[in-house]
């Protein structure tokens, strides 16, 4: 079966400053999906990427897929405090199966930005 | 437009008790999935439901269980509750040929 490792688990940064959260798959990523979820809350979907070498961003987070190296990287520029959160991503295995997101999750990146 | 909404926002059940989940997909979608998130961990995939059937399951017992209706709502049943289902429990819903998947603000079961 699948599986997903994040790194790092947890992240503490200066407001301002760029970091980049890793997902890594043990097999082929398919159908890869950025969340971000408040402690105790509901996930907010931030980005799905689905061809390997696609990039995505939105306001100052981008998004890419390495399909070789069945990765994909989650880039935060000049952070704010609104940025803190739980950062998860989430893969589908069968998107090409015709088993339509049963996603597979990391166990997240927790991070906390101090002003 | 409403997203996806789920009752009730908290529940503290005894063990060996059954409880009741609900969720109302967001307009427009027609598909439903059940994750549990317990603390610390990403959320697990539960079941799928698509056209008032179970499409899909992950790995969990029998004692979870749940039903769609007509109008796309769905319920997640679990019985004979132990203290491990102690969770956050999550409903997302999608399009029938995939998509994003929207997730709603969860349930937060304690199992006492």
């Known amino acids: 079966s699948q599986e997903l490792e994040q790194s790092p688990q947890s992240l503490i940064v200066q407001e301002g400053k760029n970091l980049t959260i890793n997902c890594t798959s043990s097999k082929t990523l398919y159908g890869l999906y950025w969340y971000k979820q408040k402690y105790g809350e509901g996930l907010i979907f931030l980005m799905m990427?689905?061809?390997?070498?696609e990039e995505k961003s939105h306001k100052k987070i981008t998004a890419k897929l390495d399909e070789k190296k069945q990765q994909s990287s989650l880039h935060i520029t000049a952070s704010q405090p609104s940025h803190a959160g739980i950062y998860l991503c989430?893969?589908?295995?069968?998107?090409?199966?015709?088993?339509?997101?049963?996603?597979?999750f990391g166990a997240g990146t927790r991070l906390a930005v101090h002003p | 437009d409403a997203g996806v909404t789920q009752s009730p926002t908290h529940l503290i059940k005894t063990r060996g008790q059954q409880v009741t989940l609900r969720c109302s997909p967001k307009s427009g979608h027609d598909t439903v999935s059940w994750y549990q998130q317990a603390l610390g961990q990403g959320p697990q995939f539960i079941f799928q439901?698509?056209?008032?059937?179970?499409?899909q399951r992950g790995n969990f017992p029998d004692r979870f269980s749940g039903h769609q209706f007509p109008n796309y709502s769905s319920e997640l049943n679990v019985n004979a509750l132990l203290l491990g289902d102690s969770a956050l429990y999550l409903c997302a819903s999608s399009s029938g040929d995939g998509g994003e998947q929207y997730f709603g603000p969860g349930t937060r079961l304690t199992v006492t």
């Open positions: 990427l689905q061809k390997g070498g």
């Open positions: 439901y698509y056209e008032e059937e179970e499409r």
């Open positions: 989430g893969a589908d295995p069968y998107l090409f199966s015709g088993g339509y997101n049963k996603l597979i």
